[in-house]
């Protein structure tokens, strides 16, 4: 079983902040890792897939990058949509695993 | 538009089965591989079971919590992909979402999927 530990699991900012959220993988996964965004009361949707790759329709402010056991997913300029829970989840090796989310909160 | 739609949650008592089902419309779905994930109330995301598409098996892969319990299946008749629960615990208590898996492959040749589309989900309360 590969673990993911995901930080902050908290994190307070304003609109307009670069915030950053890390996984880090207990063995490498290449760049087999995507990120989700959860809103309360939602499903959860895809913004990041291979580590890098903006999932179509996402705004250009999120970004992802990394490779092998170290990843981050970065929001360039905070919204006010952005406010929610992010996810990131390896599908390297069964069975698939996600971490233990970020909720990034209004300062 | 891509459209997945769970349905058949609700309360049932520990031991008890029940079965899910998630209708997908405005895509070939024979074409692509499902996958369940749940979230208990208040937790994170877990992954439960995926199937893969007929072109490549239709073979599936499960967590090991429910691994013995659950099985997924799919009717590419009518784009529906299918959760048995059977066995039920008070921990399976969670929101089921199904979602469409995207196949990708990368650099090192290696393919895999990601979860491209979710349902919105049905609640499953297991509880005496």
């Known amino acids: 079983v590969i673990w993911m530990t995901q930080s902050p699991s908290l994190l307070s900012a304003s609109t307009g902040d670069r915030v950053t959220i890390s996984c880090r993988m207990s063995q490498g996964i290449s760049s087999y890792l995507a990120w989700y965004q959860q809103k309360p009361g939602k499903a959860p949707e895809l913004l990041i897939y291979?580590?890098?790759t903006l999932q179509s329709g996402v705004p250009s402010r999120f970004s992802g990058s990394g490779s092998g056991t170290d990843f981050t997913l970065t929001i360039s300029c905070l919204q006010s949509e952005d406010f929610a829970t992010y996810y990131c989840?390896?599908?390297?090796?069964?069975?698939?695993?996600f971490g233990q989310g970020t909720k990034v909160e209004i300062k | 538009e891509v459209q997945l739609v769970e349905s058949g949650g609700g309360l049932v008592q520990p031991g008890r089965s029940l079965r899910l089902s998630c209708t997908a419309s405005?895509?070939?779905?024979?074409?692509?591989?499902m996958s369940w994930v749940r979230q208990a109330p208040g937790k994170g995301l877990e992954w439960v079971g995926f199937i893969r598409s007929k072109a490549y098996g239709g073979t599936t892969e499960y967590a090991a919590s429910v691994k013995g319990r659950f099985t997924i299946s799919r009717d590419d008749s009518k784009s529906i992909a299918y959760l048995q629960m059977n066995s039920l615990k008070t921990e399976d208590t969670a929101v089921y979402y199904c979602t469409r898996d995207s196949r990708v492959t990368h650099a090192s040749g290696k393919s895999s999927y990601y979860f491209d589309y979710w349902g919105q989900g049905t609640l499953v309360t297991v509880s005496s």
């Open positions: 405005g895509f070939t779905f024979g074409d692509y591989a």
């Open positions: 989840q390896q599908y390297y090796s069964f069975p698939w695993t």
């Open positions: 291979a580590a890098s």
